[in-house]
């Protein structure tokens, strides 16, 4: 029987199309803009599947020549990190969905000159509207970028309310003191936090989270307890060496990112360690990573995607009702904590309880 040549496009996204041809939606983000860095074979692959699913939106935005077409400008650094990569896209899948054009610029570092040089060159290709993902617009809005620019500026997941911007988040305090509460609640007394990058406003938020539920349980804080990361791997296998190494070692690990969680996870697999009879570990993002080790993940919830559509589509009603003197938007989106296997009672209270 042939296939049809017609699908109802609502249903075909930008990631429909990236399963289809097994490639990332980024590839096929790039593909769509032209991107000379994408290899002959893969733009063939990924055009054939195009063609195959009749996917239409942003194909058809990028044949609108008009001025009246909406176009939306995205920063954004190391898309190959999971949560990036969720947010670019719920941008995506916002944009084709609402009849606007996706304009994609990557940052070289989170320099503010480079932010600066960028905003200015996503209005100048035609940007009625700007989305910036953390920590760059955490950056833009310490050093005065966005007061007073000529466009719309909507800020994806910062970690903390950005004076005088527009921004689209979770409360990431309020979700670390959710999970270190839940730690306690099993029984756990000892619990490390590892910290988010300091160039990040996680580095606070989420570190005071933790120690409100410390605080609220009337136990001490340890300084000891307490280590710095950077969100990758490679710093949570040398925070949780540190965290291990205590004589008075932690029952528990709060991560403020996956990867570093999974770090933890593969330690305590080195050293002999059961996760969790002898040790918890929890995370912070729930990114793919965190159902593929073993066990799997205790993690919160950070709807990416999520956040990323709802920026988009609020960058999208201000760009087209004109920036004004709208009232600066600041959404919060619900956070979850998602139960898994790499928590339990501390052994002690789990023996003593039996």
Known sequence: MARSGRRASQAITIQTVADHAG??????SNVLNNSPKVRQS???TV?????????????AARSLASASATRIGLLYRNIENAFLSSILVGALDATSRLGAQLLLR???????????????????????????????????????????????????????ALPGDH?????????????TAYLIGLGHRNIGFIRGGAGHLIHRTRC???????????????PDLIVAGDMSFESGLAAGAALLDLP????????????????IVSLAHRRGLDVPRDLSVVGFDDTPIAVKIWPSLTTVKHPGKQISAQAATLAIDLAR??????????????????????????????????
């Open 23 to 28: 490639v990332s939606a980024m590839t096929v």
């Open 42 to 44: 893969t733009r063939d």
């Open 47 to 59: 055009m054939a599947a195009v063609r195959e699913l009749n996917y239409v939106p942003n194909m």
């Open 106 to 160: 990557p940052l070289e570092s989170g320099d503010p000159k480079e932010i600066a040089q960028q905003m200015q060159g996503l209005v100048e290709n035609g940007a009625h509207a700007i989305l910036i993902v953390p920590p760059y617009c955490e950056v833009a809005n310490r050093h005065g970028l966005t007061r007073d620019f000529p466009v719309p500026v909507v800020a994806m997941s910062p970690g903390d």
């Open 167 to 179: 921004c689209v988040r979770i409360d990431d305090f309020g979700a670390a003191r959710d999970m």
């Open 208 to 222: 005071e989270g933790y120690q409100a539920a410390l605080r609220e349980a009337g136990l001490p804080i340890r």
């Open 248 to 263: 008075d070692r932690p029952t528990a690990i709060f991560a403020s990112n996956d990867d570093m969680a999974a770090a």
């Open 321 to 354: 009702g004109g920036a004004g003197d709208v009232e600066r938007v600041n959404d919060y989106l619900p956070h979850e904590l998602v139960i898994r296997e790499s928590v339990a009672r501390p052994l002690a209270t789990a023996t003593s309880t039996s």
